[in-house]
């Protein structure tokens, strides 16, 4: 591996926690961030994305950005979004990680 360049050309971590009782804030993990997850790690996949010095979907315990979620983070940029549905998702993988450009209207 060449050390100058990072393990992944992108690393998406997706917020899955949760909160729970019924005073608990809002949290990613109550508003379908395992699905979104899932289907973007299944996507990737079909696409060849995954793998090393390409791109990396994991998950992650509390990003703390909950009441602006559900959220997920892209680096190396440190991009910010915030989805629906996995049609956002896919809108982030085809423009961001494919296309090399932030996808404004869910970007944080």
């Keep these: 591996m060449n ?3 990072p393990f992944y050309q992108h690393h998406v971590f997706f917020c899955m926690n949760v909160r729970d009782g019924k005073d608990a804030r809002q949290s990613c993990g ?3 961030s395992e699905k979104a997850q899932k289907h973007a790690k299944k996507r990737i996949k079909e696409l060849g994305l995954s793998g090393e010095g390409k791109v990396r979907i994991n998950q992650a315990g509390c990003l703390d950005r909950c009441e602006e979620g559900p959220v997920l983070v892209v680096y190396p940029e440190g ?3 915030t989805y629906v549905d ?6 982030i993988i085809d423009t961001h990680l ?3 450009k932030v996808v404004e209207r ?3």
Excluded: A, P, S
């Excluded at 996995?86 to 809108?91: E, G, S």
């Design 3 to 5: 050390d100058d360049k």
């Design 30 to 32: 109550n508003c379908g």
């Design 79 to 81: 991009t910010w979004y």
């Design 86 to 91: 996995t049609q956002d998702i896919d809108d």
């Design 98 to 100: 494919v296309g090399g």
């Design 106 to 108: 869910l970007k944080i």
